[in-house]
Every structure is written in C-alpha cells, then in structure tokens.
C-alpha cells in the first residue's frame, strides 16, 4: 500500500475518482511554471512556452494516433464534454434530435439535458441489464435530423466498455456526428482517436496521473463546432483562454505514460480485479457483481450488498482504512439511487447498496487483502443498521 511515495495503512481503491499525480508528470509541471512565458506571445519566453504546448501536443497526438491540430487543450473531462456536446449541437441548429446513452456521465448528461430544456428532442439510448448499449438500438434511431449522437467509451461506474468502433461505424454512415467520452478508458484500454466515425473524444488529466484542471478534446479538423469559450481565439478559435503550459506538458508525459504502459497496467489490473471479486463473494455469497464480466474496465469492481445502505458501508470501511466510492449522487442529505444503476433495471433498494471499487497504477495485492481483511466486519454492522429501517418498510 505504497501512496505518493509513503506507506500507507489505508487502501486507496477510488483510482476512478482521481489518482495520483505520477512524479514525471510532477516535475514536467514544475519545470514548465517555473518559467514565465504565455505561449501566444511573440518574444523568446513566449516562443518557448509554445514550444512546450506544441511538443506535448504532438506526442498526445502520436500517443492517440490523431493530428496534432486534432488536439484541443481543456480544463478537463467535463469541459471537453461540454464543448463536444453543445458545440456540435449549436453548430446543427437544424438537426432537433441529439441521441445520448442514458448511463453517460453528468458531465455529457446534464448538457444533454440542458439542451433538451433549449428545444432539442433528447433521445435517451437504453442500455442492457449489464450496461450495454446495442448498436442496433443506436442505429435504428439515427437520421439526418440528428445533430449528434453521444455515447461514452466506458462507464465510471460499472466499468462497461462499449462497442465503440461499431457505433461510431453506424454514425458514420448516417452522417451524424459522434462524441465519446473517453476519460475513463484512457491508459485501462487501447484508445484509438482515429477509429472511422469519430468526432470528438474527451480525455482527463486527472484519471491517468497529470493535475487536475488539464484535460483535451479530439476533435476532427471538418467537424464543425461553435465555442463554448469565446476570447482570444486560441485552439483554432473552438477553445479560447491562455495555455496553460505547465498543465499541458504534464499532461503529455502523463498520457504518454498511460498507453505505453497500458497494456501491462491492464493485466496486473485483471488480475487484481479477479481476486476482489473472488474475495467478495467467497465473504459476501448474496452479493451481486454489477456491469459485464467480460466487456469491463480493467480497473473496476462494481458490486451490491442486498440489506445494505452503500454510504453507511462506505463510512464503516473508510474507518477500518479502506477507500472507495457508491456512485450514487447525494441531494440534499438524501441519497438518490445512481442513473446508471437505475438505466440498468437494478431495484432502487439494491441500488442503494452498492460500492464501487476502483484500481489503479499504485494499487497492490495488499489493497485487495486489506479489503478482504476489513469487510465482513462492516457488512455485519451495515446490514445491523439497515435492519429497523427495513423492517419499518415493509
Ligand atoms: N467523464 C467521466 C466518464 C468521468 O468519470 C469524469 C470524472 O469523474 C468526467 C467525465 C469529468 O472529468 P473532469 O473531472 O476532468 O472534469
């Protein structure tokens, strides 16, 4: 359980959330701030910050085997997200419908949504009882009325992978424009920014090792977008704002990190998984494994708890050192069973159960033991607790 270069008691098991900064990326970061220079200035500082905006650019290019000029510099994921998603929807005024997968992240879903509010006809793809969206289910609603189509890479939060290349195909063919969320898949799959059909595709820094606040979209040199940003013109007029160059050129040592080595990364991380999930249900026979077995983030462990709350199971294992996440939004003190959860049919009670548990780069077999070692304990409370509550339900 080695974090940040110090020994830890406590399991770090929530990598989906946001992991830690890799300490090439960390010092590319460094050694960029500690120079001054705005990369749209025209002077020698200037000329050399754009030289570090431009190498991180092209090996980002290289590294998701897109152009350079193909590469937009943003905040993150969601502003990626927002700027694929209304950009390429206002730049199609009269295209009414956008079709969006129903188990997308908020950050695609609530400017979807918020589209929706503006006019637009929002179609809202189902998925199957495992999280899979069906291409058919994709193709049949396509048409040139559709100003685009939006479904992500994987789920953050049951660890599906979507058949990608196949639906960006089928967009491709209608001629409706696709965007896919990508920020979890990066660096746990192979990611090619180039498969036909693509549009845009958004990454994030955070998830693979550079700071937060650093993020890209992919986006085709044709695809027409209008600015979420508007400003100085930067990004080829799509994302304006000053580069942050430091941000950008860890963000290239990082993401340059995350797919050459991801292939191994993968491996060691199905097998950890494996023995999570055997741990949990050898402790937990009744527990209910979420998403696809096979079709799955290599990184994810999705899981319900029948009899449980998942926040009251969270806090028991947050205090025996084990940190991980249930993914169910929590609104006014009152939390509301998850999206993805419920776009899957899974019983709002069982929903409410469940726990995610994300691997990632520093993530060991000690992890996974301290998991083992800390849960039947909670369980036993958790189901405790939940139990006057159940019976005065029913
Ligand atoms: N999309 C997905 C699938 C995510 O998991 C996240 C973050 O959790 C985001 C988008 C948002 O990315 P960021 O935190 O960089 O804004």
Redesign the pocket.
């Known amino acids: 359980m080695q974090m940040n270069g110090a020994t830890s008691e406590r399991a770090y098991l929530d990598h989906?959330?946001t992991t830690a900064l890799l300490p090439e990326a960390a010092e590319a970061w460094r050694e960029t701030a500690s120079r001054v220079g705005n990369p749209s200035s025209l002077h020698a500082a200037g000329r050399a910050s754009r030289r570090v905006v431009e190498e991180a650019r092209e090996s980002i290019a290289d590294d998701l085997r897109v152009r350079p000029s193909e590469v937009i510099f943003t905040s993150?994921?969601?502003?990626a997200?927002n700027l694929a998603v209304k950009g390429l929807a206002w730049a199609r005024p009269n295209r009414p419908r956008i079709l969006c997968s129903a188990i997308e992240?908020h950050?695609?879903l609530d400017p979807v949504a918020w589209l929706g509010e503006q006019g637009r006809d929002i179609e809202w793809i189902p998925v199957d009882s495992l999280g899979r969206v069906g291409p058919e289910a994709v193709r049949e609603r396509l048409g040139d009325d559709v100003a685009l189509c939006t479904v992500?890479w994987a789920?953050?939060e049951v660890g599906t992978v979507q058949p990608i290349a196949e639906i960006a195909a089928a967009c491709a063919e209608a001629g409706v424009p696709f965007h896919t969320?990508a920020?979890?898949a990066i660096g746990q799959l192979p990611v090619d920014g180039s498969l036909p059909g693509l549009t845009s595709l958004?990454l994030?820094?955070?998830?693979i090792g550079a700071p937060?606040g650093t993020?890209a979209l992919v986006l085709r040199r044709d695809a027409r977008v209008v600015p979420v940003v508007h400003g100085g013109g930067q990004e080829r007029e799509v994302r304006s704002g000053t580069l942050d160059a430091a941000g950008i050129a860890a963000l290239g040592v990082a993401l340059h990190h995350a797919v050459t080595a991801q292939a191994d990364h993968a491996a060691r991380m199905v097998a950890l998984r494996q023995d999570l999930i055997d741990g949990i249900v050898r402790l937990a026979p009744g527990v209910i494994v979420n998403g696809d077995r096979a079709q799955r983030l290599p990184g994810n462990v999705h899981v319900s708890f029948p009899g449980c709350e998942g926040d009251t199971l969270l806090m028991l294992l947050d205090a025996a050192g084990v940190e991980c996440s249930t993914g169910s939004a929590c609104t006014a003190g009152v939390p509301e069973p998850s999206h993805v959860l419920e776009a899957m049919g899974i019983d709002a009670a069982l929903a409410r159960g469940s726990l995610r548990f994300s691997l990632g780069c520093p993530s060991t077999s000690g992890d996974v033991d301290r998991v083992l070692e800390v849960l039947p304990g909670a369980l036993e409370r958790a189901t405790r607790a939940a139990t006057p509550r159940l019976r005065r339900t029913t």
Do not use: I
Request: overall charge negative; cysteine-free.
């Open positions: 989906a959330a993150g994921g969601t502003e997200d992240h950050a695609v992500m789920n953050n969320d920020v979890q958004a994030s820094g955070h998830k937060v993020g």
